[in-house]
């Protein structure tokens, strides 16, 4: 795919998916520019790919609409935008689905949700005039559920949910939208999460997830799925939703066994 002299916007492109999404946008032709919490790596990341980087709190509108008038300023109209920020939580030593605290959740639903409806608010039908691009990363947990994270798997769900207002409502119009759900990959995110089910098919690099991004662009797949087993665990689920609920209830026990951990 070439995107000579298109910018792009990665949020949450620091490190991990979003900073292998920036490098493919980049070495396909695109000037990137980085939103991250981590002002000093999305600096990095966005120089490297041609563009620039800097602190955003993504789920602060304000903040995100101060950065994506920087960019156009800066690079030119968003050709490519990656709502990639997201957070997970964990429901907490208790394993309950309601546990975790209320502050936790709210902080889910602005970065994993609301993240994507500035954006979007601010950027969907402008995008749509020139044909562009707005990739919105949740997981293959907005599709099946993550075990011990009820506020992760919720909003996940939501964003994948907003994810097809957004094809449904300005498809015709001319933008693309894309969803990504990844089951486990190696960054951050994952790092210190106990036991869980995100890494049962297996763990991806970043850089194969970026691979698929741009195969789906290429192909113009709305569902971006990276694991092989991923659409058969989907298939199954709206099949017989009692049955995949049963099998859930049948892992989640495993797991707490394997962490020795009290049902």
């Excluded at 939580?89 to 209320?102: E, K, L």
């Excluded at 790092?191 to 970043?206: C, D, M, N, S, T």
């Amino acid at each position: 795919m070439d995107l000579s002299g298109k910018t792009a916007v990665v949020t949450g492109g620091a490190s991990g998916i979003g900073a292998a999404i920036a490098r493919a946008l980049h070495e396909a032709g695109a000037k990137v520019a980085v939103a991250d919490l981590n002002a000093e790596q999305a600096a990095a990341v966005g120089e490297a790919c041609g563009g620039f980087g800097g602190r955003v709190d993504v789920g602060d509108e304000d903040d995100l609409v101060r950065f994506i008038n920087r960019v156009e300023r800066a690079l030119g109209p968003i050709d490519v935008y990656v709502s990639n920020a997201g957070l997970g939580v964990t429901d907490g030593p208790g394993w309950g689905a309601g546990d975790a605290a209320n502050a936790s959740w709210e902080k889910c639903w602005s970065v994993n949700v609301m993240a994507s409806v500035y954006a979007a608010r601010h950027l969907a039908k402008p995008m749509a005039e020139r044909g562009g691009r707005f990739l919105i990363t949740a997981s293959a947990a907005g599709l099946l559920a993550q075990i011990g994270d009820a506020a992760y798997s919720a909003t996940k769900a939501a964003a994948v949910s907003f994810a097809e207002s957004l094809a449904i409502t300005h498809g015709d119009d001319g933008l693309k939208v894309h969803v990504l759900c990844p089951e486990g990959v190696r960054t951050p995110l994952v790092e210190g999460i106990e036991g869980g089910a995100q890494g049962l098919g297996g763990y991806k690099e970043p850089e194969d997830v970026a691979a698929a991004v741009m195969k789906a662009f290429e192909d113009e797949r709305f569902l971006i799925m990276t694991h092989e087993n991923t659409p058969e665990y989907v298939a199954m689920k709206g099949a017989d939703r009692d049955r995949w609920v049963g099998g859930m209830r049948k892992l989640r026990r495993m797991l707490l066994e394997k962490m020795g951990r009290p049902m």
